[in-house]
């Protein structure tokens, strides 16, 4: 299908006249977009940075809430044509219908919100003093305890349909005592399998394991380990309860 048949018309627009650039937007024009797409009623700093999105807290009415704008033009795709907006705009949408997918299977990921082009909004994890932490960089008052949490999280997700492809203590916030799930972006859904279900499986299950050799590392600070094929193996059941294989 071509790019333009996606493009949504304002978009388009802001091409043609020539208000969309090729440089990365600034701050100000990023919170212009964000209040101009109606997500948030106000736009306050930025939470966070990745490879392809910037999270910025935001408020909406009275409620605190968290905008996901995927970056529109990186520089190994600088063309004479809008294609890298187009993709941008795909991926704020399959991230937005995994967490919604995710949260309505019940998983400890943030509800879901909107989306406008190439941004989302969610809910914000933290209170009105702090973000929540990156389990990365919180001190766990109960580790063993959130071990469990964490492996009946990634048991939970897969019951729901999907399976975390790049779990990491960078990607689990701590919430009120709990690990909340987020960056589902490139999420593999294990339920409804549109290739082949082995080879969709298997991609899942290799993720799984890295994701958990990654946990596992992490969680060897507090003396604790994780057992990948453990993981592994109780995620298999959750989705054999599908039956699709
Ligand atoms: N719902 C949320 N509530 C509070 N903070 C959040 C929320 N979602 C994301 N953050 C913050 O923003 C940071 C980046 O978010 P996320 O991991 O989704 O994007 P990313 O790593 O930039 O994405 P990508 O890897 O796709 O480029 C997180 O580490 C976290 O600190
Ligand atoms: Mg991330």
């Known amino acids: 299908m071509p790019n333009e048949a996606y493009l949504d018309q304002s978009v388009h627009w802001k091409i043609r006249s020539g208000q969309l650039g090729f440089a990365e937007p600034t701050h100000p024009e990023v919170a212009e977009a964000i209040l101009e797409g109606g997500l948030a009623t106000e736009v306050g700093q930025r939470l966070g940075s990745g490879k392809e999105a910037d999270v910025y807290l935001c408020r909406d009415g009275p409620r605190l809430i968290v905008v996901k704008v995927y970056r529109q033009y990186r520089t ?41 082009e190439n941004m989302f909004s969610m809910q914000y994890l933290g209170t009105t003093e702090a973000v929540a932490p990156m389990l990365q960089h919180a001190r766990l008052e109960d580790p063993e305890a959130f071990l469990e949490s964490t492996v009946a ?3 939970a997700l897969a019951e729901a349909g999907i399976v975390h492809s790049d779990l990491s203590p960078f990607n689990i916030l701590v919430h009120e005592g709990e ?3 987020i960056d589902l972006a490139a999420g593999i859904r294990v339920d409804r399998l549109g290739s082949p279900a082995w080879v969709r499986l298997n991609e ?26 453990d993981l592994v ?3 298999q059941t959750k989705i054999d309860l599908f039956r699709v294989h």
Do not use: C
């Open 76 to 116: 190994a795709h600088r063309g004479g044509r809008p294609i890298k907006l187009e993709s941008m705009g795909q991926r704020a949408l399959i991230e937005l219908d995994l967490l919604t997918y995710a949260w309505q299977g019940g998983a400890r990921v943030p509800a879901p919100g909107r989306r406008v």
């Open 153 to 155: 999280g990634v048991e």
């Open 179 to 181: 690990p909340w799930f």
């Open 204 to 229: 899942a299950m290799r993720a799984l394991e890295s994701g958990g050799r990654a946990l596992h590392r992490y969680f060897q600070r507090y003396g604790l380990s994780l057992d990948t094929a």
């Open 233 to 235: 193996a109780r995620v």
